[in-house]
């Protein structure tokens, strides 16, 4: 099970370039969530220490809006979300919820702390690593809101 599941973080881009030793490490006391369909991982607001490896299922991440829930993005298998609170000390930005019964892998900040206390070099490959997925999200971001302030109607999110 160890070996399946340093294949799947080695597929995911936060963990590009990561040994498997290094990745075997931060496996070990990672604890495998388990949330069944239409509960949450964590809903916007919470406290956030931790991110998601998702290992089987689907999980949909919303935001809330003038009293309703608007979907942001669906996620599934392979998918990490969460990454946010291994950089910053702020609340969730999102919700999770499991569309379906899910297992996913949490990484704590601590968890990383470990690795950093073992292998700074490798600790940071994964902090730059994190830090383009997040470019790379705000870069999307900018473009919907420079669309928006040029006066494109751009279509709305649907409710979830």
């Known amino acids: 099970m160890l070996a399946a599941r340093v294949e799947l973080l080695q597929q995911m881009p936060i963990f590009g370039a990561i040994g498997a030793e290094t990745l075997e490490f931060l496996l070990e006391p990672a604890p495998l969530v388990q949330v069944p369909a239409g509960g949450f991982f964590c809903r916007e607001g919470d ?6 490896v998702l290992e089987r299922g689907r999980v949909t991440v919303s935001k809330a809006w003038q009293g309703h829930d608007l979907l942001l993005r669906r996620l599934g298998e392979g998918d990490c979300f969460g990454e946010m609170a291994l ?42 690593n994190i830090g383009r997925e997040l470019s790379r999200r705000l870069r999307e971001t900018d473009q919907l809101l420079f669309r928006a302030r040029m006066g494109e109607a751009l279509t709305a999110p649907p409710r979830v």
Do not use: G, K, T, W
């Open 47 to 52: 406290p956030a220490h931790a991110m998601f």
């Open 87 to 128: 950089l910053d000390l702020f609340p969730r930005s999102a919700s999770v919820r499991a569309d379906e019964d899910c297992s996913a892998i949490e990484l704590s900040s601590a968890n990383l702390y470990r690795l950093f206390e073992r292998d700074a070099a490798e600790f940071a490959v994964i902090q730059m």
